[in-house]
């Protein structure tokens, strides 16, 4: 996977897909190089037209959006269910007061 990121990365600086290239900006950003993966994708990558690939992904993103939002909607499900808690630990603590006053008011009245 580092060295599809790589492959990326020096294409977007506009610089060449080598083995060599690519080794030493995985072992810059503190990865393990293979090499036998290195001529792998350098050799892919000489057949494919990588500005292509990254238009035709675009067209992709719009179906993984959704996905990734329905589980913030299940977050906060949690959160309401906390305040209601919150909101139920708070009416006896309110109601004890009460009592307590009214038991202090029978002493003096």
Do not use: C, R, W, Y
Request: no cysteine.
């Amino acid at each position: 996977m580092e060295s599809i990121h790589a492959s990326l990365l020096l294409h977007s600086l506009g610089k060449e897909i080598t083995e060599e290239n690519l080794a030493k900006l995985i072992e810059a950003a503190g990865g393990t190089v293979d090499a036998a993966q290195l001529k792998a994708i350098v050799e892919t990558l000489k057949s494919i037209k990588i500005e292509e690939v990254i238009a035709s992904a675009g067209t992709v993103a719009p179906t993984v959006a959704p996905a990734t939002a329905a589980p913030a909607v299940e977050e906060e499900k949690p959160k309401k269910k906390e305040k209601k808690k919150e909101e139920k630990k708070e009416e006896p603590e309110e109601e004890e007061a009460a009592e307590e006053e009214a038991g202090l008011a029978s002493l003096f009245g």
